[in-house]
């Protein structure tokens, strides 16, 4: 059990039977009244955001949630294989966890998984990844019905949009929490 005093971001909280991590939070003290702590959670299942609202000194029960750096080591039908970098345990997560995130996955790539007793919530890959354009079609430069971009297929199998300028064989770097083209990255 946590007070609310002792609130910070990342701290995963077990609300109405779900589990929920801070996003944000503020104390306030008001004038008149109470003080009370303004918050912004998370659902670690779903990633749906809701604002709660808790009066001072209410007592919250803490959920323990495990963060281990894992190597991503390949794809087995629905499942993808990790393998712990501590104890080289390895253990299968299905795509209903990776979810979006499945299309980034290059082998060897190291990632955060987060569990809690014993069961996978989620896993985090890093903010952004290098990747090599697979396919894509020549882009015009006369070509502006499409406001200047053209979809790439990369090498995991992602689609991204990308300016009329990047060929095939390119290598650019990639926001994994939104699929968006950032650069291109010179070899």
């Known amino acids: 059990m946590a007070d609310t005093s002792d609130f910070k971001n990342g701290l995963v909280l077990k ?13 306030v003290k008001p004038g008149k009244g109470p003080a009370f702590v303004r918050t912004k959670l998370k659902n670690v299942v779903s990633g749906k955001v809701v604002d709660k609202t808790w009066n001072a000194g209410v007592k919250v029960e803490v959920a323990t949630v495990d963060r281990r750096d894992m190597t991503y080591l ?19 997560i299905g795509e209903q966890i990776l979810g979006k995130s ?36 020549p882009g015009l ?9 053209k979809p790439a297929t990369m090498e995991t199998g992602a689609e991204v949009q990308v300016p009329l300028f990047i060929n095939t064989g390119d290598k650019l770097k990639i926001d994994t929490r939104d699929g968006g083209y950032l650069g291109r990255v010179n070899a």
């Open 141 to 149: 430069q006369g070509d502006r019905s499409s406001a200047g971009t």
């Open 102 to 137: 499945a299309k980034f996955l290059l082998e060897n790539m190291l990632v955060q998984v987060a569990v809690h007793e014993g069961e996978v919530l989620y896993v985090e890959l890093p903010v952004t990844v290098e990747l090599v354009v697979q396919n894509t079609e």
């Open 74 to 92: 390949y794809h087995d039908g629905s499942d993808y294989i990790f393998m712990d970098s501590d104890t080289f345990d390895q253990i299968h």
């Open 15 to 27: 609300v109405d039977g779900n589990l929920q991590q801070i996003v944000e939070f503020q104390h």
